[in-house]
């Protein structure tokens, strides 16, 4: 079965070369602009793994998480995001990298997190 990841940026430039990036390599995804649409993607969609940035307009990335976490989901999140260091990151993500990233360490850290 194909594991979907859901892409949660607010620049255009970054969602297209994610989506790309996973297709090419077996994933479906799915796309949000920002911490507030997210939520009705999330809900619909059931991705298997978040990619998240954390300063988005309408909503930040870290208030989405704690909704989706309060919530009881357990989807698992890797932080992409142009804010220097890890200060306003997500604790429980599963890697945090900052922009520009290297496609092959998001890629390699997306499939060990999935197991694929």
């Not at 859901?6 to 996973?22: G, K, Q, W």
């Not at 997210?38 to 991705?47: G, H, K, S, T």
Request: a negative charge; proline letters at 7%; one cysteine or more.
């Amino acid at each position: 079965m194909t594991k979907k990841i859901m892409i949660v940026d607010d620049d255009p430039a970054i969602t297209r070369y994610l989506e790309t990036l996973f297709k090419d390599n077996g994933f479906d995804t799915c796309i949000a602009d920002d911490g507030k649409q997210a939520m009705d993607v999330f809900l619909e969609q059931q991705p298997d793994l978040i990619t998240l940035d954390l300063e988005m307009p309408e909503e930040w990335g870290p208030r989405f998480f704690r909704k989706i976490s309060k919530k009881g989901y357990t989807t698992p999140v890797i932080v992409i995001s142009g804010l220097s260091g890890r200060t306003h990151s997500i604790p429980k993500a599963e890697a945090f990298f900052a922009k520009p990233f290297k496609p092959e360490e998001v890629l390699a850290k997306v499939k060990a997190v999935l197991g694929v």
